[in-house]
Structure formats: structure tokens, C-alpha cells
């Protein structure tokens, strides 16, 4: 029994965004679609570290000497810095072990889905 005996079609048109996402592979889709996820959240990841490191210089430069903002301020600038070494790690890593299992730097950052066409 399918999904569409099951609760009907709509009749409305599948947007042209997603077509990217259908592939004749199993999974093929999922796995795309899981990839993007990833790089929306390493990415954003990297954007808010940079805000937060901004902010976090701003109230350094304002503390006028007072030692409780300073080592609060002191203390995001170090986090926001290890968050940014994180996130570019993470990618590094994926570079390199895509280069040692599949010869490709970007094998597992964008992936590649071969199969029927």
C-alpha cells in the first residue's frame, strides 16, 4: 500500500528547489540533503564566532579597567577563537581524510552519488 493510497495527492506541484534532492538511488537524496545540513551548520557555526568574537572585542575595548568585564570579555574572545579552530578543523579533516580514502579532498564535503541514469 503507498503513502498516496493511503492519504490522497494534493494536486500541488513539488517546488523546482527540491529537484536537486530526487535521484534514482536510494538514499541518494538523503545523503545530498544531509551534506547541506552539514555545511549550513559549519558555516553557520563559523559566522556566529565570528559575531560573537566582534562583540566580544567590543566589550573588551569598553570595560574602562573594570577586571570582572574584562576577564568575562576575555573569556567569549577565547571561546569564540576555539569555536572558529573547530569548525575549520572539522573541515580540514574531512579534506583529509577524503584524500586518503577516495583521492578526492572534497569526496566527502560534496559528495559524488553515482548510479542509474
Known sequence: MALTDFFG???AEKPSILDKYTSKIAGGDLILFANNIMKVMIYGSMI???VNLLVS?????????NPELIKTASSRIWISLLGLV???ASLVIAGVLGVIFF???KAIITPT???PK
Open 103 to 105: 583521492g578526492d579532498a
Open 86 to 88: 573547530v569548525a575549520a
Open 57 to 65: 572585542g567590543i566589550q573588551f575595548m569598553s570595560s574602562s579597567g
Open 113 to 115: 552519488i553515482y548510479g
Open 9 to 11: 495527492t494534493s494536486g
Open 48 to 50: 556566529i564566532a565570528v
